[in-house]
């Protein structure tokens, strides 16, 4: 088994989509073990939550640390990301609602 690099690592730790299945594929039995093996890693999606919540907490908090001081593109550097982590975390709480609360078909 082959150790994974520091990309895949940095992946794995920001972005979620690794864990699940595409239950669009295969046949009805394959489509519903992919369903239920998506269902029991979603125990996992609020721990991407708070990862992404704190990155967009710390980015704003830089970015109004460094506002008064900082030339515009710095202040930029520090609020997009912050920005960015609203859209991430909207979509993140969907799938684990979804996963979660939804009966299954």
């Known amino acids: 088994m082959q150790t994974p690099t520091l990309a895949q690592l940095l992946y794995r730790y920001w972005f979620y989509g690794w864990l699940f299945h595409d239950v669009n594929r295969g046949n009805l ?8 093996h998506n269902q029991a890693r979603s125990v996992w999606l609020p721990t991407y939550l708070r990862r992404w919540t704190l990155l967009g907490l710390l ?21 997009v990301p912050c920005v960015l982590t609203v859209p991430v975390n909207a979509i993140t709480l969907a799938a684990w609602i979804g996963l979660r609360v939804m009966p299954e078909r």
């Not at 980015?59 to 609020?79: D, I």
């Open 29 to 36: 039995f394959e489509r519903a073990a992919a369903r239920r």
């Open 59 to 79: 980015s704003f908090v830089l970015g109004w640390t460094v506002e008064p001081h900082a030339p515009t593109v710095l202040v930029l550097l520090c609020f």
